[in-house]
């Protein structure tokens, strides 16, 4: 016979669970943005033709309320790279969409990222 006690065991009833999923919530932004960065970087590590690190080196993911963001850390030629800057316009070269690539491919990875990061928070519930 079950006891009503069974039922009162876990993070459920011990005030935790909260702040499991919000270690989850956070730690799920944080991995996708890092593994996002590293994606870009790969990616432009590909189709950059004139191979000068500096501009990859500078791809970095960081904390930006309310969440995390990718970005270049303000290179003036990033906005040309990436295709969005007013020279693309009078210009043949129309940009490597590198960040609009990766966007794409990182919000299909990224459900798979959020479920390996909420079974190491909840794994044992």
Do not use: C
Not at 17 to 32: C, F, N, Q, W
């Amino acid at each position: 016979m079950w006891s009503l006690t069974f039922f009162k065991r876990g993070s459920l009833f011990d005030g935790t669970l909260s702040k499991k999923i919000e270690g989850a919530r956070r730690d799920t932004e944080k991995e996708v943005a890092v593994e996002g960065a590293a994606m870009v970087r790969a990616r432009l590590n590909t189709v950059l033709r004139k191979q000068t690190p500096i501009y990859r080196f500078k791809v970095r993911a960081n904390p930006d309320a309310p969440g995390w963001a990718i970005h270049d850390q303000g290179m003036i030629y990033g906005p040309w790279l990436e295709g969005t800057g007013s020279r693309n316009r009078t210009t043949r070269f129309k940009g490597y969409r590198t960040f609009r690539i990766i966007t794409a491919q990182l919000n299909k990875k990224s459900q798979a990222i959020g479920e390996r990061v909420v079974a190491r928070w909840l794994g044992g519930e």
